[in-house]
């Protein structure tokens, strides 16, 4: 889908009960984070708590810094030689960027999909026995074969593939290989999943097949998307950070944020002002 910006106002989705106000759990915490890229100051003081029950959606003009925070919370930013990080970030209390922490394993634990469909040029099902096999989540064949089941069928995609399943997951459609992408994400059972503008290639009924997935499967994983279109942040979140030149302006429930911003600046981008 072309990511248009938003005609004003962005019109939240009123069907969403209302955010619970308590008995949220915090998976991901984030303390006076920042980030440099050699000596860009991309990222400055952030500090935010990402629960399990709502979506949270990373918004603001480019080169804000949402991607470059969102993969600070799998360190992702590790394959960055220039990148440095400094701050406290914690999955379910574990600082993340404790030695001890083992990379691979926390990005099991917090997957990541991109804004290309990225899927390896194997078959449908080795794209999502993959991570599974390295991870020995899979003792037989039997198991796997239901990892695979499982994970495509909570990506929404089983009854489009399940009778193809060895042709090449390279040969689907742009949005088919996208829900490829989460279901690989999902059979490695992670606690949260990061979703960088994961619609920006995709055409709008597959944008919508992926928006529906999100509520889908919120509240199974935490999970946080960083998405320029503030429309879509309205319909798949119930908490949404505005990020503005690396700063952390304001974050609280989208309905807030989108009808009733306490910082100028939110206003300013939410009504279209600059971004
Ligand atoms: N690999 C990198 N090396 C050097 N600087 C980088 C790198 N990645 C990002 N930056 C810089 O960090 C800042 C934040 O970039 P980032 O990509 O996180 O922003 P963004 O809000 O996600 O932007 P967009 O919406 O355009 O994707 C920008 O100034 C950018 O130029």
């Known amino acids: 889908m072309t990511d248009t910006q938003a005609p004003n106002p962005v019109r939240v989705d009123q069907t969403e009960p209302a955010t619970p106000k308590a008995a949220t759990h915090i998976k991901m915490s984030a303390r006076d984070v920042n980030v440099f890229y050699g000596a860009t100051h991309a990222i400055k003081d952030v500090s935010i708590d990402v629960d399990m029950e709502n979506v949270t959606a990373f918004i603001g003009p480019s080169g804000c810094g949402k991607s470059t925070f969102l993969r600070t919370l799998n360190r992702m930013n590790d394959t960055i030689p220039i990148a440095k990080v400094t701050g406290d970030i914690t999955l379910d209390g574990e600082d993340i960027y404790?030695?001890?922490?083992?990379?691979?394993?926390?990005?099991?634990?917090?997957?990541?999909?991109?804004?290309?469909?990225?899927?390896?040029?194997?078959?449908?099902?080795?794209?999502?026995?993959?991570?599974?096999r390295i991870h020995g989540l899979a003792p037989n064949k039997g198991a796997m074969d239901q990892i695979v089941e499982q994970s495509l069928k909570r990506a929404g995609l089983w009854d489009e593939v399940k009778d193809r399943l060895h042709d090449s997951g390279t040969a689907l459609s742009g949005g088919q290989q996208q829900r490829l992408c989460i279901a690989r994400a999902i059979a490695v059972d992670p606690?949260?999943?990061?979703?960088?503008?994961?619609?920006?290639?995709?055409?709008?009924?597959?944008?919508?097949?992926?928006?529906?997935?999100?509520?889908?499967?919120?509240?199974?994983?935490?999970?946080?998307?960083?998405?320029?279109?503030?429309?879509?942040?309205?319909?798949?979140?119930?908490?949404?950070?505005?990020?503005?030149?690396?700063?952390?302006?304001?974050?609280?429930?989208?309905?807030d944020i989108f009808t009733n911003p306490r910082e100028e600046r939110t206003k300013d981008y939410i009504t279209g002002r600059y971004g």
């Open 98 to 132: 404790s030695p001890q922490m083992d990379v691979v394993q926390l990005r099991a634990r917090v997957g990541m999909v991109f804004q290309k469909p990225n899927p390896f040029p194997k078959s449908i099902y080795e794209n999502v026995a993959y991570g599974p």
């Open 191 to 255: 606690e949260v999943i990061l979703m960088d503008e994961p619609c920006s290639a995709l055409d709008p009924i597959a944008t919508a097949k992926i928006e529906e997935l999100i509520h889908a499967l919120r509240g199974k994983y935490a999970i946080v998307i960083v998405t320029h279109n503030m429309q879509q942040a309205a319909r798949v979140s119930q908490k949404t950070a505005f990020f503005h030149l690396g700063n952390l302006v304001e974050y609280g429930e989208t309905s």
